[in-house]
């Protein structure tokens, strides 16, 4: 069992602050956005994550119907200020992180992003249409 992870794989602030060091320090010279089908943030809205949250802090149960709370608060919410990064378009979610990431003030124009969707059914590695476009390097 993981410790820590990054749900999604969105162009989080963090994100961006790993890419940032790794060109600047490391001398990376391209960026790979790279999302993945059957993602779990797909299974959920921001607004459903912050109810849950507000009723209870013990973990949610997933039903045919959703997510639901299986436990007694107390809850909190805190949630309603977090930004969870959930994906209702895979492939748009892919071209919103590359404009992210290419828009950022830290990050050069002279890098590259590119943006792909990995099938873990296939094992293929699909190029997101419009994504290179949207990261191209200038």
Known sequence: ????FDAGG????DAIRSLVISYKLLGTREFFVI????????????????ELLNNSLETAQLTS??????GNGPGSRAGEF??????T???Q???DDVLRIRNHPLVPRSIPIYGYVYDVKSGKLLEVEGAAAAGVAR
């Open 82 to 87: 977090i930004e969870w990064l959930t994906i």
């Open 35 to 50: 999302h993945h089908t059957d993602c779990g943030m797909e299974l959920f809205t921001n607004d459903v994550i912050r």
């Open 10 to 13: 969105r162009a989080s602030d």
């Open 93 to 95: 979610a892919v071209i």
């Open 89 to 91: 378009d895979q492939k």
């Open 1 to 4: 069992m993981p410790t820590s």
């Open 65 to 70: 119907s959703g997510f639901s709370d299986v």
